[in-house]
C-alpha cells in the first residue's frame, strides 16, 4: 500500500498520510502502556494488552519517519 498524500494548510506541507499514520500508532502504543501501568488488571489481560502493544509497535517500523 502505497500513501503519499500530503495535507497542505494555507501552502505549507503539514505531514504526509505515513507521518499521522506514524502518529496514530505511537499515541496507541502510549495508551496501551499508561493501561499497563494501572495494577489492578488480571494475568491474562495483562498478556492480552502486551500483545497488542507488541504488534501495534511493530508497525510503527512500517510507517516511522525517515
Not at 8 to 15: A, I, P, T, W
Not at 17 to 26: C, H, P, Q
Request: proline letters at 2%; one cysteine or more; aromatic letters at 8%.
Amino acid at each position: 500500500m502505497n500513501l503519499e498524500v500530503i495535507i497542505n494548510q494555507d501552502g505549507v506541507c503539514k505531514k504526509s498520510d505515513k507521518d499521522i499514520v506514524w502518529g496514530a500508532l505511537m499515541n496507541k502504543c502510549r495508551q496501551l502502556e499508561r493501561i499497563l501501568d494501572k495494577h489492578y488488571l488480571s494475568p491474562m489481560q495483562i498478556l492480552a494488552l502486551q500483545d497488542e502493544y507488541e504488534r501495534t509497535f511493530a508497525l510503527t517500523e512500517k510507517y516511522r519517519r525517515n
